[in-house]
């Protein structure tokens, strides 16, 4: 079957770096997306990776390895604002988005 | 207005009621899409249409019906639900895969959700 995998909820302080992890399990690869979708909000792309390597956009950056089937978010100088689930979806053979459930992350002041 | 927009933005219906959800988009995309969203789950995607034409239907209890008039609009039927069917529902759109741009992704926009609760 296919999967992803990302932990359920991380907290963090404002002003620090947080690295949110996903793992995927597909049938084909046309790409990796990362999603935030703040509470009752519709979810809103961020980044899309489908080579290899990392892709940054301001403070946020995504990284994938395919041989690894592994993805992570890497979110920079923290801001309460980016309090919100982050939501890891893969883009099988058949052009599906594949979701992950979601990581709440929690900023602290 | 812009973007993919749903109407309305929260309902509550009995099991024995009959409505439907409303979605649209601006954007001038091809394919447009249903999801499901409940707590901690993954979304999970009920319907795809592409070029009006549905392409997917994961294994989606008949008393979910879809209607796809034309590539900007998309209904979503409800009768006889279960408790179990209280979520948030989300519409997205996007660029057909198969018919966009190989140099494009393609990515989801989402509209604001449908929260339904079946009492």
């Known amino acids: 079957g296919q999967n992803i995998d990302q932990p359920t909820e991380m907290t963090a302080t404002e002003g620090a770096i947080v690295q949110i992890n996903c793992t995927y399990q597909?049938?084909?690869?046309?790409?990796l997306f990362w999603y935030q979708q703040h509470a009752g909000e519709a979810p809103t792309f961020l980044s899309y990776?489908?080579l290899d390597g990392l892709e940054e956009k301001g403070r946020f950056s995504s990284f994938l390895s395919r041989s690894k089937g592994y993805s992570y978010l890497l979110l920079k100088e923290l801001q309460m604002k980016d309090s919100a689930s982050y939501l890891c979806a893969v883009m099988d053979s058949n052009y599906q988005l594949i979701w992950g459930a979601g990581t709440k992350l929690i900023i602290k002041p | 207005e812009t973007g993919v927009t749903q109407t309305p933005r929260h309902l509550v219906m009995g099991m024995t009621n009959k409505k439907s959800l409303k979605c649209e988009q601006h954007?001038?995309?091809?394919?447009m899409y249903w999801y499901k969203q409940s707590a901690k789950k993954p979304l999970e995607l009920m319907f795809v249409y592409s070029l009006e034409e549905r392409v997917e239907n994961n294994s989606v209890p008949s008393r979910f019906s879809p209607e796809c008039p034309n590539s900007s609009h998309l209904f979503l039927h409800l009768h006889t639900l279960q408790p179990e069917d209280s979520a948030l529902y989300l519409c997205?759109?996007?660029?057909?895969?198969?018919?966009?741009?190989?140099?494009?992704?393609?990515?989801?926009?989402f509209g604001p959700g449908t929260r339904l609760t079946v009492l």
């Open positions: 597909t049938s084909g690869f046309n790409g």
């Open positions: 990776n489908v």
């Open positions: 997205a759109s996007s660029q057909d895969q198969l018919h966009g741009s190989l140099s494009s992704y393609n990515e989801q926009f």
């Open positions: 954007l001038g995309h091809n394919a």
